[in-house]
């Protein structure tokens, strides 16, 4: 009977919990399994995992999250030093689907660490729509994988399965290997009759767990939702329906990897003989790759550009936007704010919400609804009809439902925040699962064919992105502190000896409203000569911008109540 045993492993600050009854092993034993988590766990995004046996380490998914707070920050992927430092070993990147949480990060390892990528089509589609906007020596790899096709990469033979998914070609992957069997569930949702007609494989997994399974991972999302996640069949049916209804303008709004809705809508358009403009740069990208792919629904409806749009009759026009959550850049918002180029909405237009809110986005999607309504546009969300979203990852019930077909050993939640990987491991327990583990991204679990213990652990982190480039951390602290607090420039003139040869100057950006504060910059300067004379000649520059940022910093807080961020820039010469 195998002991029931529990790992919890957060990596910040909380302490580290290990059940009693789990083995102590020292540092890492030869002949270990590692699972070296790099972002994904603990959060919601930035999916990436490798797989360590021997001299194979195998990345699972390698995908993107979003600042919700970081100014000018583009995406945020995991911190690959971990790849690097062991890039000799690294044989590839296995891809569980084309989601931007699960590929984005792709060009930022690839660029470091040269490796084929593995991956279903569609995913690759989309990878190489990414990969085209850098340069490349020499291309990456790609390497299309179908379902139940076998793949042996070093230690590990590994089997994509189908899964359901809210996109298209979504896998789970299987690995065997001599330690036992992994099954690692993708994201996906149990749908019996699925859109694209192939279900998620159960029949597979069954044969697998048949063998006995060494560890399942799976999907974590929806841990919170009793239930089902229910059928995209009834999403389509009632999109169809807004479609067939509109008699003016009609402007759908959901995720472009969608590519079930997006083929509902041009379907009803063809038959409703309306015709499309599709909006926004992700939606454009998806239609490129499903229509290379032959996935887009026959036969099409004419499709418009922008310049079209404003002189197409109001009830022959439908637009297909991205921009769901309200991002500010995107087409939806310039609709709702009436600054779109080519296309101004009017009274009685219908604006229908095909998504979910993801969570941080809910006051600008409120904003975005009530510039849409103040202009008399009618805007139907999931709570006027819950038929416009369902959920395209596992609810308990299918989660459930996994676990007990799989009947693994040792239980993994993954794809969550902290909260849902705890919740979902106490499911698994309560299912009779023998051992669970909850770990954050860089915690390490070991495991061999019997045991599961905690290794020393890996670097992880957030990397920040603007423009194609990296961040580096110093710089967006520094950024982030000035959009709290602005920034002074403080200019000292000052002989060979340090001695001032006029009174310093001060300059503001975002801390005061300098026209209006001409006092206060000049008790600023004042306090900052007050201190300089007092110093002892000669004197270092150092000193000398310590003082004057220090004397600064003390008025700004004395007469504003807040300390910016003070620099000072010393200038020496004696002519
Ligand atoms: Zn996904
Ligand atoms: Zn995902």
Same mark, same amino acid.
């Given at each position: 009977?195998?002991?029931?045993?529990?790992?919890?492993?957060?990596?910040?600050?909380?302490?580290?919990?290990?059940?009693?009854?789990?083995?102590?092993?020292?540092?890492?034993?030869?002949? /270990?399994l590692?699972i070296?988590?790099?972002?994904?766990?603990?959060?919601?995004?930035? +999916?990436?995992?490798?797989l360590?046996l021997?001299?194979?380490?195998v990345?699972i998914?390698?995908?993107? @999250?979003?600042?919700?707070?970081?100014?000018?920050?583009?995406?945020?992927?995991?911190?690959?030093?971990?790849?690097?430092?062991?890039?000799?070993?690294?044989?590839?990147?296995?891809?569980?689907?084309?989601?931007?949480?699960?590929?984005?990060?792709?060009?930022?390892?690839?660029?470091?660490?040269?490796?084929?990528?593995?991956?279903?089509?569609?995913?690759?589609?989309?990878?190489?729509?990414?990969?085209?906007?850098?340069?490349?020596?020499?291309?990456?790899?790609?390497?299309?994988?179908?379902?139940?096709?076998?793949?042996?990469?070093?230690?590990f033979?590994v089997?994509?399965?189908?899964?359901?998914?809210?996109?298209?070609?979504?896998?789970?992957l299987v690995f065997r290997t001599?330690v036992g069997t992994l099954v690692h569930?993708?994201?996906?949702?149990?749908?019996?009759?699925?859109?694209?007609?192939?279900?998620?494989?159960?029949?597979?997994?069954?044969?697998v767990?048949?063998?006995?399974v060494r560890v399942l991972f799976?999907?974590?999302? +929806?841990?919170?939702?009793?239930?089902?996640?229910?059928?995209?069949?009834?999403?389509?049916?009632?999109?169809?329906?807004?479609?067939?209804?509109?008699?003016?303008?009609?402007?759908?709004?959901?995720?472009?990897?969608?590519?079930?809705?997006? +083929?509902?809508?041009?379907?009803?358009?063809?038959?409703?003989?309306?015709?499309?403009?599709?909006?926004?740069?992700?939606?454009?990208?998806?239609?490129?790759?499903?229509?290379?792919?032959?996935?887009?629904?026959?036969?099409?409806?004419?499709?418009?550009? /922008?310049?079209?749009?404003?002189?197409?009759?109001?009830?022959?026009?439908?637009?297909?936007?991205?921009?769901?959550?309200?991002?500010?850049? /995107?087409?939806?918002?310039?609709?709702?704010?009436?600054?779109?180029?080519?296309?101004?909405?009017?009274?009685?237009? @219908?604006?229908?919400?095909?998504?979910?809110?993801?969570?941080?986005?809910?006051?600008?999607?409120?904003?975005?609804?009530?510039?849409?309504?103040?202009?008399?546009?009618?805007?139907?969300?999931?709570?006027?009809?819950?038929?416009?979203?369902?959920?395209?990852?596992?609810?308990?019930?299918?989660?459930?439902?996994?676990?007990?077909?799989?009947?693994p050993?040792t239980?993994v939640?993954?794809?969550?925040?902290?909260?849902?990987?705890?919740?979902?491991?106490?499911?698994?327990?309560?299912?009779?699962?023998?051992?669970?583990?909850?770990?954050?991204?860089?915690?390490?679990?070991?495991l $061999?064919?019997?045991?599961?213990?905690?290794?020393?652990?890996?670097?992880?982190?957030?990397?920040?992105?603007?423009?194609?480039?990296?961040?580096?951390?110093?710089?967006?602290?520094?950024?982030?502190?000035?959009?709290?607090?602005?920034?002074?420039?403080?200019?000292?003139?000052?002989?060979?000896?340090?001695?001032?040869?006029? =009174?310093?100057?001060?300059?503001?950006?975002?801390?005061?409203?300098? $026209?209006?504060?001409?006092?206060?910059?000049? $008790?600023?300067?004042?306090?900052?000569?007050?201190?300089?004379?007092?110093? =002892?000649?000669?004197?270092?520059?150092?000193?000398?911008?310590?003082?004057?940022?220090?004397? /600064?910093?003390?008025?700004?807080?004395?007469?504003?109540?807040?300390?910016?961020?003070?620099?000072?820039?010393?200038?020496?010469?004696?002519?």
């Amino acid at each position: 009977m195998p002991r029931k045993a529990e790992i919890f492993a957060p990596t910040r600050d909380a302490p580290l919990l290990t059940h009693a009854t789990l083995h102590c092993k020292s540092l890492r034993m030869t002949g /270990a399994l590692r699972i070296v988590p790099l972002g994904g766990l603990g959060e919601v995004g930035m +999916n990436c995992m490798a797989l360590e046996l021997d001299d194979t380490i195998v990345v699972i998914d390698c995908g993107v @999250t979003f600042p919700d707070r970081e100014p000018g920050v583009d995406l945020i992927h995991p911190d690959f030093a971990y790849l690097l430092e062991n890039r000799a070993r690294v044989k590839a990147v296995v891809l569980t689907h084309g989601h931007e949480d699960h590929i984005g990060a792709l060009p930022y390892l690839l660029r470091d660490v040269d490796v084929p990528v593995y991956g279903p089509d569609y995913a690759l589609g989309l990878v190489r729509e990414r990969l085209s906007e850098f340069d490349w020596d020499r291309p990456p790899e790609l390497i299309a994988i179908q379902p139940r096709q076998v793949l042996t990469l070093g230690a590990f033979s590994v089997e994509p399965f189908r899964v359901t998914h809210s996109i298209p070609d979504s896998t789970g992957l299987v690995f065997r290997t001599r330690v036992g069997t992994l099954v690692h569930s993708g994201d996906f949702k149990i749908d019996p009759n699925p859109i694209d007609g192939q279900p998620c494989d159960l029949p597979f997994l069954d044969e697998v767990a048949r063998q006995g399974v060494r560890v399942l991972f799976s999907d974590s999302t +929806n841990v919170d939702v009793e239930g089902s996640s229910g059928s995209e069949r009834s999403v389509v049916a009632t999109l169809a329906d807004y479609v067939r209804e509109a008699n003016a303008r009609l402007v759908v709004s959901l995720f472009g990897s969608n590519i079930f809705r997006l +083929n509902a809508l041009l379907r009803a358009a063809a038959e409703a003989g309306k015709v499309v403009l599709p909006l926004g740069r992700s939606l454009q990208t998806h239609l490129r790759v499903a229509e290379r792919q032959g996935l887009l629904s026959r036969p099409m409806p004419p499709l418009i550009s /922008a310049e079209n749009a404003q002189t197409t009759p109001r009830d022959r026009l439908l637009v297909i936007a991205s921009g769901s959550q309200a991002e500010p850049q /995107a087409a939806l918002a310039r609709l709702a704010t009436g600054t779109h180029n080519q296309l101004r909405l009017e009274s009685g237009d @219908t604006v229908v919400l095909s998504s979910r809110v993801i969570p941080g986005r809910e006051r600008a999607i409120h904003a975005l609804i009530d510039n849409l309504e103040r202009t008399g546009v009618r805007v139907v969300q999931r709570f006027d009809d819950p038929k416009l979203h369902v959920s395209g990852h596992a609810c308990r019930d299918e989660q459930r439902m996994l676990i007990e077909l799989i009947r693994p050993q040792t239980f993994v939640p993954v794809h969550g925040t902290y909260h849902h990987l705890k919740r979902h491991a106490a499911l698994a327990r309560d299912l009779g699962v023998p051992e669970t583990c909850v770990i954050e991204n860089g915690a390490v679990l070991e495991l $061999d064919a019997d045991t599961a213990w905690l290794g020393p652990s890996a670097q992880a982190g957030r990397v920040h992105i603007q423009a194609g480039l990296e961040l580096p951390p110093v710089v967006l602290r520094d950024r982030m502190l000035m959009a709290e607090v602005g920034m002074v420039l403080i200019t000292l003139a000052v002989d060979s000896r340090g001695a001032l040869r006029a =009174p310093p100057r001060v300059l503001t950006r975002g801390v005061v409203w300098e $026209d209006a504060e001409r006092d206060l910059l000049g $008790d600023v300067c004042g306090e900052a000569e007050l201190a300089i004379t007092k110093l =002892p000649l000669p004197c270092d520059d150092e000193m000398l911008r310590d003082v004057a940022c220090r004397a /600064a910093r003390r008025v700004f807080r004395e007469e504003v109540g807040f300390r910016p961020l003070t620099h000072c820039v010393v200038l020496r010469s004696d002519e």
